[in-house]
Structure formats: C-alpha cells, structure tokens
C-alpha cells in the first residue's frame, strides 16, 4: 500500500509544479526589437529679417528709415515686420539723430495698433531705443513670419533734425535650430 500511494502522488506533483509554472508566469510578457538604418537627411536653412516700413507701406529693406525732423513734426508711425522664413524672439534698434541737440523715442504697441490719438489700445509698450540710451537697444520682441508690430516715433524735446531708426536680427534672435526626421 505504501508503493501505491507514492506512485498515486508522484504524477499528482509533476501536475501541480507544471500548472503552478504555466499561471506563475501569465502575467509576465517581453519583447524586443532592434532595427538599424543609415541614410542622409539634407540639411536646409532658414533666413531671418526684421524690415522697417514707413507709414505709406514701403519698405527700407536693409538701410534705416530717415526721418527729417522740424520742430512741429507729428509722432511718426512705421512698422517693423519679420520678413524671414523663421520666429524672431528679438531684434536690435538703433536710433540716431544729426542737427540740433534733440532726443527721440521708439516704442512699440504690442498687440494693437497705434491709434490716431498716439495711444495704444492694449496699453502694452515695449521701449525700442532712445537717443538718450546707449545706441543700438536690443529688445525682446517676438515675431512669427510674416508678422508686424507698430512702432511710434516721438521727440521728447524736438529740433531741426534728421532722424534715423534701423532695425537688425542676428541668428541668436532667431528661435533655436531644430532637428526633423523624414
């Protein structure tokens, strides 16, 4: 009876470890894959550019706007527009002014325009650069292409002179370069 009963368990075992070893492991699952590949990708570039226009809409594409300042001279408005294939984060002004001793101001309206009564609607000023200041301010002022901001040129104490505001975007204005795969 004794034999009868190891040989009675023994398969009974062998069963139980195996079921034991299938459910013990039916939760745990893993893979892999592993690929190579080579090629090359041409690389391409982008131009960047920030253009003054005058307030009749033509462009001064790379020299300044000049403006002959008389005493009595209104607020001139222009517009600075990112005429580049890639996101400007900033630009550089420079203002400058020949004749009698004057100053003059450069401000941008963000996200308006400037209205008729010298105003920006949104409030929101952005000071360009100022013959006060040391010459050539660089300021952040992002543009996407194709977009514009208004800028107001004032004199806080005006004269008989000749006013000159360039604009200019050096690549570390522009928006970090980026990697696509194709």
């Known amino acids: 009876m004794k034999s009868f009963a190891r040989r009675a368990l023994g398969p009974a075992v062998v069963a139980a470890v195996m079921i034991g070893g ?3 492991s039916a939760g745990t699952a ?4 592993t690929a190579n590949a080579s090629g090359s990708t041409p690389a391409t570039s982008g131009t960047w550019s920030a253009t003054l226009y005058d307030s009749a809409g033509q462009a001064s594409t790379g020299k300044p706007v000049s403006i002959a300042w008389q005493v009595t001279t209104p607020p001139v408005y222009l517009t600075v527009r990112n005429t580049g294939a890639l996101p400007l984060t900033g630009q ?3 203002l400058t002014r020949s004749g009698f001793t004057s100053s003059y101001v450069v401000n941008a309206c963000l996200g308006a325009i400037w209205n008729n009564g010298g105003n920006c609607p949104s409030g929101n000023t952005l000071l360009l650069d100022s013959t006060t200041t040391t010459s050539g301010t660089s300021v952040d002022l992002p543009l996407s292409p194709g ?3 208004s ?4 004199a806080t104490r005006a004269a008989t002179a000749t006013v000159t505001l360039s604009a200019s975007v050096t690549r570390d204005q522009t928006r970090a370069a980026t990697t696509t795969n194709s």
């Open 22 to 24: 299938v459910l013990g």
């Open 30 to 33: 893993s893979a892999a894959i």
């Open 92 to 94: 550089t002004y420079t």
């Open 147 to 149: 977009e514009s901001a």
């Open 151 to 154: 800028i107001k040129v004032t």
